[in-house]
């Protein structure tokens, strides 16, 4: 073979030997291919999975765990929640961005609670509390949480509020190193080797494999700088992740995030979908992006989070996410927490606060007028904000955006503002277009035969909102559906 690995398919004529072969082969060892690997097998398929890295488990490992899921889990059941298929879905369509895919959106809802038992069938543990408080993830080893700001405005009014994040039990926790996402990997790869999935380190994708029908029947990876030609004799999954470390992509497609951090790990630098698209295929929603704002909601839930023109703009209850889309997105990210020393104190004091989150305030004043001055606002805007805002939560109300009365209290003095601007980070949420089988679609609209995929590679259940567990939940979902569709793909 060439020395260099081109992205255009190869035809598998110019293939003189294949180094490994397998019914169904996943490119990708995270939450997507495990999934599909154990599906696959279950199927009676032969599978093997390529992963770039020396071990399993890609972001999915890294992450806190989150799995969105719902329509009346045994989980939500036992916290004492009631939610149906047909109210996750109300608040999934109203929060997952404008032309999220309505099809696998229903489709996902209605089998939520089927796939929360596929996963306790699989050994992922879950501990069967609730945790209530403002954070990003439970800090403890609690279940269930809410994930994407259903219990705040608006959504609160567009569906019956019910917790969705359900989050592995895992016991002393390291974030970034072993938390949630660890305990979901753990026991999905033990349950794949059970079944006779094998995997093979250090394969870096390169190019699908096409026969002269166009069929997708192998894929070239390089190991050590070697190329490596694996031949799929029912299928390809991809499931190697998203974009976010593709810096043409991004500048390309999701331009906002240019600059930001990448939530994501380096490994997600798009090679799935271009391989796709050099057969051809059909992409989806490549500027959604998701957007952490870092900052730690005990502190935000008691204050007030304005613009650079001292004007309020989203509610400080709702899900971190989307505060920062609202402000990467609408106020030029441009944010600033407004707080007096009282409530600051008690955030920070807070049993659940997250300290790694806590931002030290920028500017302390012992008016409003003169906070307003020294963070360079335009005279009276703040002031006017705050005037509004202490007059009704002196009634325990929130007129304006409707934050929860639990969190609404007058701003007193001494008073700080924080300064947030370009406290936010993130990762693409677009991708291939795939049907609810997971097969890839053509640009013409028709599968490309012999290619599924699922994940970060793929536009799921988020056009443009975000939850958090949703990546892990549709991977895991999708993931499965890939696996049993390519094991029973069959080659002409």
Not at 354 to 361: A, E, G
Not at 442 to 448: C, F, Y
Request: charged fraction near 20%; glycine fraction near 14%; aromatic fraction near 8%.
């Amino acid at each position: 073979m060439a020395d260099s690995t081109p992205i255009r398919p190869r035809p598998a004529t110019e293939v003189t030997e294949w180094a490994y072969e397998a019914d169904v082969v996943v490119v990708g060892y995270g939450i997507a291919g495990v999934s599909a690997s154990i599906e696959a097998a279950r199927a009676g398929a032969d599978v093997l999975v390529l992963e770039r890295t020396s071990g399993w488990g890609g972001a999915a490992a890294l992450a806190g765990g989150l799995i969105y899921l719902g329509g009346g889990t045994p989980l939500q059941k036992a916290c004492g929640f009631e939610d149906s298929p047909e109210n996750m879905k109300k608040f999934m369509m109203a929060a997952l961005g404008p032309g999220a895919d309505e099809e696998k959106i229903t489709d996902y809802c209605n089998g939520s609670v089927d796939h929360y038992n596929w996963l306790v069938d699989c050994g992922v543990p879950f501990k069967e509390t609730f945790w209530g408080e403002p954070g990003w993830e439970p800090p403890f080893d609690d279940g269930l949480v809410y994930s994407g700001g259903e219990n705040a405005a608006p959504f609160n009014e567009i569906a019956t509020p019910a917790p969705r994040g359900h989050v592995p039990q895992m016991s002393d926790k390291r974030t970034g190193e072993r938390g949630g996402g660890y305990m979901l990997m753990k026991p999905l790869v033990e349950t794949a080797r059970e079944l006779g999935v094998r995997a093979e380190y250090d394969m870096r994708a390169q190019t699908l494999v096409v026969d002269d029908t166009d069929r997708v029947v192998g894929i070239v990876a390089k190991r050590y700088g070697k190329e490596v030609a694996v031949r799929a004799r029912r299928g390809v999954i991809l499931a190697s992740g998203g974009f976010a470390y593709n810096e043409r992509m991004v500048e390309a497609h999701a331009p906002r995030l240019i600059g930001r951090p990448g939530a994501a790990i380096e490994e997600h630098d798009g090679r799935s979908i271009l391989m796709a698209q050099a057969l051809g295929a059909d992409l989806a929603h490549m500027d959604a992006t998701e957007v952490a704002f870092v900052c730690d909601p005990q502190l935000t839930v008691r204050g007030i989070l304005v613009n650079g023109l001292g004007q309020r703009y989203v509610p400080e209850d709702t899900y971190s996410g989307r505060i920062g889309q609202m402000t990467l997105f609408h106020q030029e990210n441009q944010a600033f927490l407004i707080i007096d020393e009282a409530s600051y104190e008690a955030g920070a004091a807070a049993t659940t606060a997250t300290p790694f989150l806590r931002i030290r305030p920028t500017w302390v004043a012992e008016t409003v007028a003169e906070l307003e001055s020294e963070a360079g606002m335009p005279s009276g805007a703040l002031q006017s904000t705050v005037e509004m805002y202490n007059r009704h939560a002196e009634g325990g109300t929130d007129p304006l955006l409707h934050k929860k009365a639990e969190w609404v209290k007058p701003i007193g003095s001494p008073v700080a503002a924080i300064d947030l601007r370009g406290f936010t980070l993130g990762f693409p949420l677009g991708g291939l277009r795939t049907t609810i089988d997971s097969e890839v679609l053509h640009v013409s609209g028709e599968p490309i035969p012999g290619l599924f995929a699922a994940g970060r590679c793929t536009s799921g259940v988020c056009a443009g909102g975000y939850a958090s567990g949703t990546s892990l939940g549709d991977g895991s979902f999708y993931g499965r559906r890939a696996g049993i569709r390519a094991a029973g793909s069959h080659t002409g």
